[in-house]
């Protein structure tokens, strides 16, 4: 099952550039959740917080506090948190030293996990989930690099799951897919939202639109505007929400 | 008009590449055929299995020298490659930017650019002169200094083109960073990372100065690697220096071997690891 996230206060900065200025967000579970705003309005930092990814580069810092159904992300372990929040970045990143099979269970394998059924029963039900299976069955052993684009993002996305995370944080998936492979991942994310908490980062708002049960429209590291998807493309309450999905700026 | 004047400069152009390419040719090609030309009359069973034999006598070989050299290029890997690379992987993995690894990375540009006949002299002042005797340890030292900052850039050079995207890949999957280096990193640069410390080797294999004043030669087998060793550099060069046309004989010989060595390392960096990549 999903876990529900609680965001309060959250500030971030790279160096001496502050890009979350205090955000406060209720991120509930089971739901696919959009983050929305122009290149450059936080976006990106605010879902690579959740799963302390953010600090991990030299100069940042974090303030404010996350809670992960009611505890705080930073009482854990990062490493530890990382593997109940999982996360899809934007260009497809498959190992290149591993094979198509060792890439989906390396989360499993390289945590200590030995049992080969274990982690056979795992990569099938990850590839499957992540609607790659079919397409890799017989070829598991080739590279991983040796996939098109597009499956190269359906191998991450299952890599991923294979960790069974509790939440899915995903920074623009599709952005760098054709439509074809975009229609895919779209329909897993869908489909994945019964068992994850999905966070998404997207540029294109049909896609916020299709498939976002709420929207959060950021802008400038601030939290503009955030509610259920339908409210926010037809009805918004901030006037920037507005110009920003009718396209007048960004 | 001009459509002709461009496609007359781009002939221009690649008439003067082909030229510079031909002429860092010829040096290439003309000290590899006139080693081969000298050196194959003198380069028999014998040159590999018998010791030197005193002036006037047929039939001596290079045996002990071609031993001595693997052996001291054998002790400098045993401690330049496990150092430099991991040296490497602090600079890359660890610290990029504190005053430490800068003062390491300027240390070994200059440690690189240094004339290896200093190395030499510092391990014959620190080293042999305190324990009295040239050795085969102090010469496979010395050419594990000159090691060192070859393997360190190279391997961090390789580390660095591992894309950040792949470790922040291994991060989100919960994966701890030393396993990330060891299961993840490490195995998308081996290729890369060998191939640098295979050139390394062959770059000391050849090394002629460092070994004068650390492992002095010896016209005998070394029965330790506490006592002054043989090597196939300090042979070619003091036969070559000699006055006797046999020993220039084998001199030609010994600078085939030389060159045949470093040519099949070469080889086997380039070739022995190509097979992970597809």
């Not at chain 1, 094979?99 to 029963?121: C, D, F, P, W």
Request: glycine share 8%; proline share 4%; charged share 15%.
């Amino acid at each position: 099952m999903g876990h529900s996230l609680s965001v309060r206060n959250l500030e971030a900065w790279y160096g001496s550039n502050k890009t979350l200025k205090g955000i406060n967000m209720e991120i509930a579970p089971n739901q696919v959740t959009a983050i929305i705003g122009p290149s450059g309005c936080g976006k990106s930092t605010f879902v690579r917080c959740i799963n302390r990814m953010h600090e991990t580069l030299p100069g940042t810092k974090v303030k404010g506090e996350i809670l992960l159904d009611e505890e705080s992300i930073y009482d854990r372990d990062p490493v530890a948190l990382r593997k109940m929040v999982g996360m899809v970045f934007q260009k497809a990143n498959p190992f290149p030293s591993m094979s198509i099979y060792e890439n989906v269970v390396a989360g499993l394998r390289l945590n200590g996990m030995k049992n080969k059924q274990t982690l056979h029963a795992s990569a099938e039900k990850s590839l499957r989930m992540a609607a790659l299976w079919d397409e890799v069955k017989d070829r598991l052993n080739y590279s991983g690099m040796s996939l098109s684009g597009g499956q190269q993002q359906r191998l991450c996305i299952a890599r991923a799951l294979a960790v069974e995370p509790s939440v899915l944080l995903m920074d623009e998936p599709a952005s760098a897919l054709d439509p074809i492979a975009t229609t895919h991942i779209e329909e897993l994310i869908r489909q994945l939202k019964e068992n994850y908490t999905i966070l998404i980062v997207t540029h294109n708002m049909q896609q916020a639109a299709r498939i976002a049960d709420s929207t959060a429209f950021f802008l400038n590291g601030e939290l503009v505007e955030h509610g259920p998807t339908s409210e926010i493309f037809t009805n918004p309450n901030d006037k920037r929400t507005e110009d920003y999905i009718t396209g007048r700026f960004g | 008009m001009n459509d002709r004047l461009r496609k007359y400069r781009n002939t221009m152009m690649m008439g003067i590449f082909i030229v510079a390419t031909l002429i860092a040719l010829i040096p290439l090609f003309g000290v590899l055929g006139y080693v081969v030309i000298n050196g194959i009359s003198a380069l028999d069973l014998d040159f590999f299995m018998n010791l030197p034999k005193a002036m006037g006598v047929s039939g001596g070989g290079m045996a002990n020298a071609i031993v001595g050299t693997l052996i001291m290029v054998l002790i400098a890997s045993l401690i330049g490659m496990p150092v430099g690379i991991l040296a490497a992987i602090y600079l890359t993995e660890y610290d990029r930017t504190s005053w430490l690894s800068i003062a390491v990375r300027f240390a070994t540009d200059v440690l690189t650019g240094i004339p290896s006949i200093i190395v030499g002299i510092v391990i014959y002042t620190a080293v042999v002169l305190r324990m009295g005797h040239f050795s085969a340890l102090a010469g496979g030292l010395a050419l594990s200094i000159i090691m060192i900052p070859l393997i360190i850039r190279s391997t961090e050079e390789m580390l660095k083109l591992v894309s950040q995207s792949i470790r922040e890949a291994g991060y989100a999957l919960g994966i701890s960073k030393r396993i990330i280096i060891l299961r993840i990193i490490l195995p998308t640069a081996a290729k890369g990372i060998i191939t640098g410390a295979m050139l390394a080797v062959a770059r000391v294999s050849g090394e002629t100065a460092p070994l004068l004043f650390t492992a002095l030669g010896n016209q005998y087998w070394a029965r330790s690697l506490n006592e002054p060793i043989a090597a196939l550099p300090v042979q070619i060069y003091q036969y070559a220096t000699s006055p006797y046309a046999e020993w220039h004989q084998l001199a030609w010989a010994g600078s085939l071997v030389l060159i045949l060595m470093v040519v099949i390392l070469n080889l086997i960096a380039r070739f022995a690891f190509r097979s992970r990549s597809n």
